[in-house]
């Protein structure tokens, strides 16, 4: 396993690579939630990388993690950004092509946005509980999150995870919760998606329906497969809640990509 970090953006982003352990498997790289870190992943990317025996790669975006402090206040098109700019400069540094990307939720929809751009080569999507619009299940959690935040010890169990706990809670409460963010939506970017998809939807999830995947199953219509994967006993986190069966599911599906 190899952890350091990469100048993306002109920034320093924090990675950890897990080499592959079986040949002639696509790379997969990980793009973690609105809170989320290469730390806060915690061992599911070892385990993912052990089953699949993929070459494993996850790092924190700007503002997260072990990444530069963020230092100023995201703006709506900040999933755009990440997914068209950062994104690929990421890989070109790191010298990764064709990856299966392997987001949650914020992740995933920066997963979507990269691979409906025609200018990136992916072959796969695994999204794990994805926001494609914003819906009302999405701003009541996400402003009890702020609650909790302010009124709890939330903020000590997420500086672990975290240079500035502070600023990347904020970061992305605010822009959540910013009315102009309301309108949202990157439906335009799924009929160009043209890899396979894996859509992962717990059906407890408290920050968003099935909706969500399902757009992108009636949607992407470039795609050669769209799979839905709706699992019960499971909230906003797959990767956690039903661990075995999404690698499981990962597994399978990395199985069927070209390489």
């Known amino acids: ?10 920034r320093n982003i924090e990675y950890q690579l897990i ?29 993912l990388a052990a089953a699949s025996g993929c070459r494993t790669l ?3 975006r700007y503002g997260y993690g072990q990444s530069d402090v963020l ?5 709506p098109d900040f999933m755009h950004r990440e997914g068209r700019e950062a994104l690929p400069e990421l890989l070109a540094a790191l010298n990764i092509e064709n990856p299966v990307l392997v ?15 025609k200018r990136n080569a992916v072959a ?24 909790v935040f302010e009124t709890s010890d939330l903020p000590a169990k997420l500086a672990k995870y975290h240079r500035d706990v502070r600023r990347t809670f904020y970061g992305w409460n605010d822009i959540w919760l910013d009315p102009d963010f309301r309108s949202w939506n990157i439906e335009g970017c799924l009929a160009d998606i043209p890899c396979p998809i894996l859509a992962i939807q717990g059906e407890d999830d408290e920050y968003g329906t099935m909706a969500q995947i399902e757009a992108i199953a009636a949607q992407a219509t470039s795609s050669p497969g769209v799979e839905l994967l709706k699992l ?18 990962i597994g399978r599906f990395a199985d069927q990509i070209d390489r």
Request: hydrophobic share 40%; glycine share 8%; with cysteine.
């Open 58 to 60: 996850v790092y924190s």
């Open 232 to 249: 019960a006993d499971c909230r906003h986190s797959p990767h956690r809640d039903q661990t075995i069966a999404v690698i499981e599911a």
């Open 1 to 10: 396993m190899h952890s350091g970090f990469v100048r993306v953006c002109a």
């Open 124 to 147: 796969g999507l695994v999204v794990m509980a994805p926001h494609c619009f914003v819906e009302d299940i999405s701003i009541r959690s996400i402003e009890a999150a702020k609650r």
């Open 103 to 117: 987001g949650h939720s914020d992740g995933g929809s920066i997963a979507l946005l990269h691979a409906g751009d």
């Open 71 to 75: 230092e100023e206040a995201f703006k």
């Open 19 to 47: 080499p592959a352990h079986q040949i002639n498997r696509p790379t997969l790289l990980l793009l973690h939630e609105g809170l989320g870190s290469v730390s806060m992943w915690r061992d599911f990317p070892a385990r």
